[in-house]
């Protein structure tokens, strides 16, 4: 918009918003100030809900009129589509739609075949059980809204009341249960061996780096360097501008520009915590310098805005998909990295570095919750710190008890 606020919204095919879903964006999302991607998480959600309502021949303007929503089976039909990823939903639309117009059996037999050669995967439970809550929120809201803005007889009313109560609770029931399996598969920072391939790996002079272009080598290398040097967000990493950074004091600020008119993405890479002024190193400082006078400023396109991490060739500001693409290349071209690798994977990485370096200092667990705080941008009741340090708790336990059997051991000895 021209205030620079971002709003997500459902369009059809002949890009028109949604009328229904576009209300309840404004009226219930935008209206309790959620933020862009929660409303875009929410409209993604009603996304898959329209996709099944289409598959399914569901006129649900019809059904409300005659007091009636989804049945028990279309239910259960909408709970396995929401455990489906968007590609492969969208095949079996085709594939559905194709059907009931079965005159096209070329189509048919082509939309069947691209099915079957998809990989058969779900997303992941919790992510199944949000666009659960999100379509169940919608649906409520959906079925209130009709009732007040229409006349209904108290039999017609009633019977809706009736449904949307059956409809929610059958929904809640098929909402996926998260079961904690432990710390085995809780993300962690990177092993220092895996950090030290990383670093070697991304170097522009490295054989190994995966990219040709010498600005993307610099660039690349540097978003690795950032992210593994100061533990920061993708999206605060993406909002940096070369104004934030002094370097002759050698600080780098960190602010919260929600929508920003000043910033051209449509999906405006945000930071969620807090502004502060951290310091850089001296090689960080260096590394930063040098790719902005020598590297940066030989995009054209560069010139427009002062975002430090630029797009390759058009010169304009990086994408989130963009940095994404950075780590995805890694994975695939260098079988020596970890199957984990991530820009958030980074951010554990530097919190694991960082416990390290409070228990060679001493320092007091309260102050090293203090120093956390501040670094990562969290307020200092913040409880977030025990998810960035897994692996430096696991460590930690696994050295404490290999010291108690040691000692157990020497007890034993000594009393045999």
């Not at 070329?106 to 199944?128: C, G, I, T, W, Y």
């Not at 017609?156 to 079961?179: G, H, Q, Y």
């Not at 667990?365 to 897994?390: D, Q, V």
Request: charge should be positive.
């Amino acid at each position: 918009m021209v205030s620079g606020e971002r709003l997500p919204l459902l369009i059809d095919e002949a890009g028109s918003p949604l009328f229904a879903p576009t209300v309840y964006a404004l009226t219930e999302l935008r209206a309790r100030n959620q933020a862009t991607n929660t409303i875009s998480s929410n409209l993604r959600a009603i996304q898959v809900f329209y996709f099944f309502l289409h598959a399914r021949g569901i006129d649900l303007s019809a059904r409300l009129s005659s007091g009636e929503l989804l049945s028990l089976s279309e239910v259960e039909e909408l709970s396995r589509v929401c455990r489906l990823p968007l590609s492969r939903l969208d095949v079996e639309l085709n594939s559905a739609t194709v059907s009931k117009a079965s005159s096209n059996a070329v189509s048919l037999e082509k939309a069947r075949m691209h099915l079957q050669n998809l990989p058969n995967d779900e997303v992941k439970p919790a992510f199944a059980g949000i666009r659960m809550h999100y379509i169940r929120a919608y649906v409520q809201w959906l079925a209130s809204d009709y009732a007040a803005r229409n006349q209904m007889d108290d039999r017609t009313t009633d019977s809706l009341s009736a449904s949307l109560n059956s409809v929610l609770s059958t929904i809640t029931a098929r909402i996926p249960k998260i079961r904690n399996h432990g710390p085995l598969q809780q993300r962690e920072g990177l092993a220092p061996e895996s950090i030290a391939e990383l670093l070697r790996v991304v170097s522009p002079q490295s054989p190994d780096n995966p990219w040709q272009r010498e600005h993307t080598r610099q660039r690349n290398a540097l978003i690795v360097h950032w992210l593994y040097y100061l533990g920061l967000r993708r999206g605060e990493l993406l909002g940096l501008r070369i104004g934030d950074i002094d370097f002759r004091k050698g600080t780098a600020t960190i602010h919260r520009r929600a929508d920003d008119n000043n910033d051209p993405r449509t999906n405006q890479p945000q930071s969620k915590t807090r502004a502060r002024e951290i310091p850089l190193g001296e090689g960080l400082k260096s590394l930063t310098y040098t790719y902005v006078m020598d590297f940066r400023s030989t995009l054209e396109g560069a010139r427009k805005h002062d975002f430090l991490f630029c797009a390759d060739i058009t010169g304009r500001p990086m994408s989130l998909p963009a940095l994404n693409k950075v780590f995805t290349v890694l994975r695939q071209k260098c079988p020596n990295l970890p199957v984990s690798l991530s820009p958030h994977v980074m951010r554990h990485t530097w919190n694991d570095r960082f416990s390290e370096d409070m228990d060679q200092r001493k320092t007091p667990e309260e102050s090293e919750k203090k120093l956390r705080s501040y670094l990562m941008g969290w307020s200092e009741t913040s409880g977030t710190a025990a998810t960035y340090t897994r692996r430096h708790t696991r460590k930690k336990a696994q050295e404490v008890s290999l010291q108690m059997q040691e000692q157990m051991i020497g007890d034993d000895q000594n009393n045999a």
